[in-house]
Each structure stands twice: as structure tokens, then as C-alpha cells.
């Protein structure tokens, strides 16, 4: 029997955000959201790399080669994460910005329609992430996204 255009349900399509820095635990968020695919339709996977604003420090580069260098620094620390994400078949996008962590990674979140947020923790403990203030404490306190920590 075939439905009317009326009576197809929508499928929750989820669009998640993971901020990737080439580390195990931001390679453990990309896992996890892999995981996470068995159990929610994900329509969308924006990989994110956030690089310092190196203009400060290397004055003695042009601003062309500047950005050239935080190109190639994002796109090594995405590699993996590309692999990974491409072997599952999973439509994706890649950023890479410059700036602070916690509030770019917010922004793009607003930016993109996130639905989501997969990123690693360094795993410091309470008084460790008061004292030091982790990306990830960070971010949760910008975001009203809910937001999967994974160590």
C-alpha cells in the first residue's frame, strides 16, 4: 500500500558539530558519534578545527603566508577525522577557523544549525577544569546545545 505525500513521517535528521584538534580525544568523538549513527539519523557531520591566530607572533610572515600555514596546520589535524567519517559514509563538511576554542566552537555551532555537539575532554578532574578552565567547560557554558563529552 502507498502513502500519500500527507502521511510520510519525518525523519529526525541530525546535523553534529565535532570540533577535531588531531588528538585521541577528539579521535574518541569522532568514534563516538560513529557509534551514535546506530541509534539517530545523522543527516550532517560538520568537522571543525579551531587554529590560534598565529598574526601576533610571526610578524616576520605576510598575512598570505600566515593563512597558508593555518591551513595546512587544520587540514593535518582533520586528516583522520576525514578518513573516518568518509569510510562511513556520512555526508560532512570541514571549517577551519581561526580564533579562541570555546567561542568559535560555539559560533560555528549557531552558524551550521547544529543539533549537536561531539568533543573530547581532556579528562581533568573538577577542581582541575575550575582552575584551568577546559575548552569543554568552556563551550558548555556558550552553547545551549546539548553537548557529548567524551574522554
Do not use: W
Not at 584538534?21 to 545523522?42: H, K, N
Not at 571543525?48 to 593563512?67: H, K, T
Not at 549537536?116 to 556558550?142: C, D, E, N, Y
Amino acid at each position: 500500500m502507498r502513502r500519500s505525500d500527507d502521511e510520510i513521517e519525518e525523519v529526525d535528521v541530525r546535523k553534529v558539530l565535532i570540533p577535531v584538534d588531531g588528538s585521541p580525544q577528539s579521535a574518541r568523538a569522532v568514534e563516538t558519534m560513529l557509534d551514535f549513527v546506530q541509534y539517530e539519523q545523522i543527516g550532517q557531520v560538520c568537522l571543525l578545527n579551531v587554529q590560534p591566530d598565529l598574526r601576533p607572533g610571526y610578524r616576520s610572515l605576510s598575512a598570505l603566508e600566515i593563512d597558508k600555514l593555518t591551513q595546512q596546520q587544520g587540514e593535518r589535524a582533520l586528516y583522520d577525522a576525514v578518513r573516518r567519517v568518509e569510510a562511513a559514509g556520512l555526508p560532512f563538511d570541514t571549517r577551519i577557523e581561526t580564533g579562541a576554542p570555546a567561542p568559535t566552537i560555539a559560533r560555528v555551532a549557531e552558524e551550521i544549525g547544529a543539533d549537536q555537539i561531539f568533543m573530547g575532554s581532556q579528562g581533568h578532574g573538577a577542581i582541575a577544569a575550575f582552575v584551568l578552565g577546559s575548552v569543554a567547560v568552556k563551550t558548555l557554558s556558550l552553547t545551549t546545545l546539548p553537548v557529548t563529552l567524551v574522554r
